[in-house]
């Protein structure tokens, strides 16, 4: 069975970092792009960033550019957000999703919350 | 920024209707247009690719339809599990980007 298992939200005070991961399994997960995209509490989705299945390609929606960091290991199926400057706006449910010109699947998702 | 505008933003219907949804882009996509449905708490899920293509395991009920810059999500036969929110996305171009998103509610 395709998996995508997100980790790593919880609450942090503005300023602050934290790191997501999201754990793959049930295919060949280096020969897939993958996405983050976030839905802030009762808002729609928002695309977050991308990253090729090589890790060489990387995009960041404006929201988060200079402030979060898309990563991932091939060898240990994992894709990571790392999140610095960590603002108030960025509240919301974290998905990792699978791409391939559509995002399917996706995971449960985890729950950032920026507040002091 | 490729703008999406989907409309309504919500409706009401009953079980049984027929229900369309429209999404429009700011520039031309072709056909690089996915939807999503999402129930309350819980992940989306792909339901059309590539405007039109069924992505596999969901119902015959739904279709989609365009090319271009104008896209429609049409279920034939609204189903009680078919209340919740949909989404169209373009895959044309990065930033990847949304639809406000259309939230169908029991009448």
């Known amino acids: 069975e395709v998996q995508l298992v997100e980790s790593g939200g919880g609450l942090v005070q503005p300023g602050g970092s934290l790191r997501l991961s999201c754990a793959a399994s049930g295919f060949i997960f280096s020969n897939y792009e993958m996405n983050w995209v976030r839905q802030a509490p009762g808002k729609g989705l928002e695309w977050v960033s991308y990253i090729s299945s090589s890790g060489i390609t990387i995009y960041y929606a404006d929201s988060v550019k200079g402030r979060f960091t898309v990563s991932r290991d091939n060898a240990r199926n994992s894709l990571y957000l790392q999140m610095n400057s960590l603002r108030v706006e960025d509240t919301a449910v974290y998905y990792c999703?699978?791409?391939?010109?559509?995002?399917?699947?996706w995971g449960q998702g985890t729950l950032v919350t920026v507040s002091s | 920024d490729i703008q999406m505008t989907q409309s309504p933003s919500s409706l009401s219907a009953s079980v049984g209707d027929r229900v369309t949804i429209t999404c429009r882009t700011s520039q031309s996509i072709a056909t690089y247009l996915n939807w999503y449905q999402q129930r309350p708490g819980k992940a989306p899920k792909l339901l059309i690719y590539t405007a039109s293509s069924l992505q596999s395991g969901v119902p015959s009920r739904f279709s989609g339809s365009g090319s271009g810059t104008d896209f429609t999500l049409t279920i034939s036969s609204l189903q009680p599990e078919d209340f919740a929110t949909y989404y169209c996305q373009q895959s044309h171009t990065f930033p990847r980007t949304f639809g406000q998103g259309t939230k169908v509610e029991i009448k």
């Open positions: 999703a699978r791409d391939g010109r559509r995002f399917d699947p």
